[in-house]
Nanobody, 122 residues
């Protein structure tokens, strides 16, 4: 089992920045690829970014490329998502998830956090 707890969400104006983080406990964090997904009201959950176990490869949704950066610190069992140039359409609950392989599909992820709300005002 892996327990994931997100933090760092909040309210920010359009054009601003926010950093959300996820701390893992339980099984060895460094063995898991990690991903961030988000779900806006009335919409399906969607892929945002993912990172491999040793950070050698990252993947991003087209909608966030160049604005968001995923990173991890295996010594601190933490994965983070730095979000810059935020837009109102980035408003969503952001979830971190753990998988055995880097992937952009939800079904690849076995463990999920409870989510943190990010709201971007116009």
């Amino acid at each position: 089992q892996v327990q994931l707890v997100e933090s760092g969400g909040g309210l920010v104006q359009a054009g601003g920045s926010l950093r959300v983080s996820c701390v893992a406990s339980g099984r060895t964090f460094s063995r898991f690829a990690m991903g961030w997904f988000r779900q806006a009201p009335g919409k399906e959950r969607e892929f945002v970014a993912a990172i491999t176990t040793s950070s050698w490869h990252t993947d991003y949704a087209d909608s966030v490329k160049g604005r968001f950066t995923i990173s991890r610190d295996n010594a601190k069992n933490t994965v983070s998502l730095q979000m810059n140039s935020l837009k109102p359409e980035d408003t969503a609950v952001y979830y971190c998830a753990a998988s055995s392989v880097i992937a952009s599909i939800m079904s690849a992820y076995a463990y999920w956090g409870q989510g943190t709300q990010v709201t971007v005002s116009s």
